[in-house]
């Protein structure tokens, strides 16, 4: 029998799981990229783009052709910024709001396939162990580090592999 090793498990899970999740999401026409912002703007409404960058450690000028292919859809708007009229804060819209309970829902039936072989019990513990090792690795809670990847490539929506 061939030893299991963590390492390579993670990293073929990994990416198996973003393809996997690429592909649900491809029926709302999203890509995980996208998904991640929408989510991380549920959390921080009127963040502005360039907060937005840094918690996503992008440069802003890439996350801005990222943004407009949200405000395109109607997902997402830019508000000027009380504060500073230099900076947009972003703002989810209606639509913004509807795709993600849509995007929940995926994500939903994506862990569930996902994790269908174990109990609730074990998704617990495998929950608390890998966020032990993520915290340990220095990596942001709730931002795929995958956004960094994106600095460099040109998006393909509906396709593209990244966070969500």
């Known amino acids: 029998m061939e030893r299991a090793e963590p390492a390579f498990l ?3 899970l990994g990416a ?26 549920r959390t921080a409404a009127g963040i502005s783009q360039q907060e937005l960058a840094g918690k996503l450690n992008i440069h802003p000028s890439r996350l801005v052709a990222l943004l407009d292919n949200l405000e395109k859809g109607g997902f997402l ?11 947009y804060s972003l703002h989810l819209t209606k639509l ?12 939903r039936e994506h862990q569930e396939a996902l994790l269908s072989a174990l109990s609730v019990e ?3 513990t495998l929950a608390s162990l890998l966020l032990r090792v993520a915290d ?3 990596l942001v809670r709730g931002v795929h580090p995958g956004y960094q990847r994106l600095a460099a490539a040109k998006p393909s929506r509906a396709t593209d592999e990244e966070p969500a």
Not at 77 to 87: F, G, H, M, S, T
Not at 96 to 107: F, P, R, S
Request: glycine content about 8%; aromatic content about 2%.
């Open 77 to 87: 708007e830019r508000r000027a910024n009380p504060d500073d009229r230099r900076l």
């Open 16 to 41: 198996h799981a973003a393809s996997q999740f690429a592909e649900r999401l491809k029926i709302l026409r999203l890509a995980p990229s996208d998904a991640g912002i929408l989510r991380l703007l």
């Open 136 to 138: 340990q690795q220095g």
């Open 10 to 12: 993670l990293a073929q």
């Open 122 to 124: 074990e998704r617990q």
């Open 96 to 107: 913004g709001e509807k795709v993600l309970g849509e995007i929940g829902k995926v994500a």
